[in-house]
């Protein structure tokens, strides 16, 4: 069964731009959520959907929003980049169907906001 | 918060047994104890998790305390491949449950 895939696998941007990730979760897999990892913070929750519905979410302004489509892929968006945005962003997928929900993840998007 | 406690390295020679502790002294009896581990720039591979018996599959073992406490991960023959930043998670299963990763142990297999 294939893994997690996310595209693109990196991304430069400049300050002040919105750029989207997308997330392709493992195939029956309905959960899919979303990470950011910095040096500083290390790996922190953005948020998650299941069903095309948000039903968790972090700590992180406005700017960072999501959504999941109907087939389980998603995306995610940051609008006015700023440096901080530097991070490795990703995504994991989860089978609800059972009991202890592992989550698998994908290899990330490794975005540069300069 | 993170809940649970790692020392922030250890080392092991390849071949031998790797045991990475973990203390979660303050779990809750609906919690389980996930470990996953993220080698250089990759996304975290989930590794094993368990609630209160002892776990084992194919990468690893999963050793809990019968207070439940602490556990130990035991890779029984680290490879130079096994070198990566192990993260010991708590967490009830299920909607809304997120990870919640803390600093993790840096492992360091020496040939």
């Known amino acids: 069964k294939a893994g997690v895939t996310q595209t693109p696998r990196y991304l430069i941007k400049t300050r002040g731009q919105q750029v989207t990730l997308s997330c392709s979760p493992i195939?029956?897999?309905?959960?899919v959520s979303w990470y950011q990892q910095t040096p500083g913070q290390g790996l922190q929750f953005l948020f998650e959907?299941?069903?095309?519905?948000?039903?968790n979410k972090g700590n992180f302004p406005g700017r960072f929003s999501g959504r999941q489509f109907s087939n389980s892929r998603s995306e995610m968006n940051v609008s006015t980049l700023e440096l901080g945005d530097s991070a490795l962003y990703l995504c994991?997928?989860?089978?609800?169907?059972?009991?202890?929900?592992?989550?698998?993840f994908g290899p990330g998007t490794r975005l540069t906001v300069t | 918060d993170a809940k649970t406690t790692q020392p922030p390295s250890m080392d092991c020679a390849e071949g031998r047994a790797a045991n990475l502790p973990c203390n979660h002294s303050?779990?809750?009896?609906?919690?389980?104890v996930y470990w996953y581990r993220q080698i250089h720039s990759q996304g975290p591979q989930y590794i094993i998790h368990?609630?209160?018996n002892n776990e084992t599959n194919e990468m690893a073992s999963l050793i809990i305390t019968e207070d439940r406490k602490s556990s130990t991960l035991i890779l029984p023959h680290a490879t130079l491949r096994d070198t990566a930043v192990y993260y010991c998670?708590?967490?009830?299963?299920?909607?809304?449950?997120?990870?919640?990763f803390g600093k993790g142990i840096t492992l360091s297999v020496r040939p």
């Open positions: 994991a997928s989860s089978s609800t169907q059972g009991s202890t929900y592992e989550q698998y």
């Open positions: 195939s029956g897999h309905r959960s």
């Open positions: 959907y299941f069903s095309e519905t948000q039903r």
């Open positions: 303050t779990i809750s009896g609906n919690e389980y």
């Open positions: 368990g609630l209160k």
């Open positions: 998670i708590v967490r009830i299963p299920g909607a809304n449950s997120k990870l919640t």
